[in-house]
């Protein structure tokens, strides 16, 4: 029996080579993706009909001994084979041999992630947030991998027991209130793990927000399912991160995963890295920004290239990310600029990088100059009563009342005459003729 047609030609053709009785509802299958996971150069040739020069397929090769080769079919299905040398997929998922150069200021933990670990799992590096490494595996090795150093090296799922020993430090760090899960990608855990950990962290309650940074929807659109919605929707506020570099990444299955996601109620943002070759160009970035609010992704930050080792080829000047967002700001909706930030190496945390708007000042004036390089002056006020602050908010003429406001609510008679009440009667409190029966649970006691 023919297998049903999948989504592209090509995509079709890709699936019959990799067994010729794969159906749709293989191809559709995460687990079979990961299965049929491409994890040498020779299968990656054979499964695309392409072929590298001996001395190409050599040095790949010693490339992915250093550094391992792992992309789904699903990824590898949107390199266009015509070109697939320029392609941004294959770019991004296909060694080159550029890796294996180590340059001069390379580290292999240029973050220092490993530093500021106070425990299993866990980086602290802001006061108030920590990421929650829960899984050191991933559907696709991306070449540009920051963590390059861990990849492929130990494919493991922490067990409970390490993961518990995150969640204690969580526990007893009060000032933690968002907690950040990461990985690897969080989304290789089964269902009924990531449910666990999610209602661990859920139970603490000092944590507000939890976040997901997860690239399932570009590389294995297919593990965003029905179930795993409904069991993350158990766990609001939920915020969910992923990461789309190109505006090729975005097809039917990628966008129906975010579909998915934003009708299930999480916002949804999106992290790219500048990669040379792959999106260092103004035009590209804005497609890809209008492509992602399209899809109710909101584009959260765009990173300069880490400086870890094998990275060299892709990094790109500070200058070509501040060449972008010139190009963006003013230029396009506001929701669709990302900050651009350098991530400190050594550990400082993410620096966000603009263009200048402010040309000058004085004492009375500012000088600014807008997107199109009209260049306006902004009158300071004439007095300005600055409040001193020495942090004794008690005493402060600002109203620093920070819990909610109280809502306006119904009392009385008012409550039967409103419409957006449920009460359909008041009853006086000790009435005996309701305390000889359940309470009704449309009436309030006056
Ligand atoms: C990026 C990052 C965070 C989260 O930073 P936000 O700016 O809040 O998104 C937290 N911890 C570490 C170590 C990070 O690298």
């Not at 009909?49 to 992915?64: H, I, M």
């Not at 204690?168 to 009924?192: A, C, F, H, K």
């Amino acid at each position: 029996m023919s297998p049903s047609p999948i989504y592209s030609e090509q995509q079709q053709e890709l699936a019959e080579q990799i067994d010729e009785n794969t159906t749709l509802g293989n191809w559709k299958d995460w687990k079979w993706q990961l299965q049929h996971s491409i994890r040498d150069i020779a299968t990656f040739e054979k499964l695309l009909d392409v072929e590298f020069t001996p001395e190409e397929r050599k040095s790949l090769e010693e490339t992915v001994d250093k550094f391992p080769l792992s992309v789904t079919p699903y990824y590898l299905s949107l390199i266009d084979r015509e070109d697939f040398r320029n392609d941004p997929v294959f770019k991004q998922s296909i060694p080159c041999p550029s890796e294996l150069i180590i340059g001069e200021h390379d580290m292999a933990d240029p973050l220092h992630e490993d530093a500021d670990s106070p425990a299993p799992g866990i980086t602290h590096r802001y006061p108030d947030r920590v990421l929650f490494h829960i899984s050191n595996v991933c559907s696709m090795y991306c070449r540009h991998c920051t963590r390059k150093r861990k990849v492929g090296d130990q494919d493991f799922i922490p067990n409970k027991e390490t993961i518990e020993a995150g969640l204690e430090y969580i526990r007893n760090t009060p000032q933690v209130r968002d907690v950040l899960l990461s990985g690897g990608d969080p989304l290789m855990l089964s269902d009924d793990y990531l449910d666990w950990i999610l209602t661990e962290v859920g139970k603490i309650k000092h944590v507000e927000v939890i976040r997901i940074g997860t690239r399932m929807p570009v590389v294995l659109p297919y593990r965003i399912t029905h179930d795993l919605v409904q069991m993350l929707k158990k766990h609001q506020p939920l915020w969910i991160n992923t990461h789309f570099n190109h505006p090729r990444e975005i097809t039917t299955s990628s966008r129906s995963a975010l579909q998915m996601l934003a009708d299930g109620g999480f916002p949804l943002g999106n992290q790219t890295v500048l990669l040379a070759g792959v999106n260092d160009c103004p035009r590209i970035i804005k497609t890809l920004v209008h492509k992602l609010v399209q899809n109710r992704v909101r584009p959260y930050y765009i990173y300069q290239c880490d400086l870890s080792e094998g990275l060299t080829h892709f990094r790109t000047p500070v200058s070509k990310g501040i060449e972008i967002i010139e190009s963006l700001i003013g230029h396009t909706s506001g929701f669709s600029v990302p900050t651009y930030v350098v991530d400190a190496p050594g550990g400082g945390g993410k620096i966000p990088v603009m263009p200048n708007y402010l040309i000058s000042w004085s004492t009375h004036k500012v000088i600014l100059r807008n997107y199109e390089g009209v260049i306006t002056s902004y009158q300071e006020p004439d007095s300005y009563e600055p409040i001193f602050c020495d942090r004794k908010c008690d005493n402060c003429q600002l109203t620093l009342k920070l819990d909610d406001a109280d809502e306006y609510q119904s009392i009385g008679i008012e409550k039967l005459l409103s419409y957006d009440d449920k009460a359909i009667s008041l009853v006086p409190s000790g009435n005996e003729r309701y305390n000889r029966r359940d309470e009704a649970p449309d009436s309030v006691h006056a």
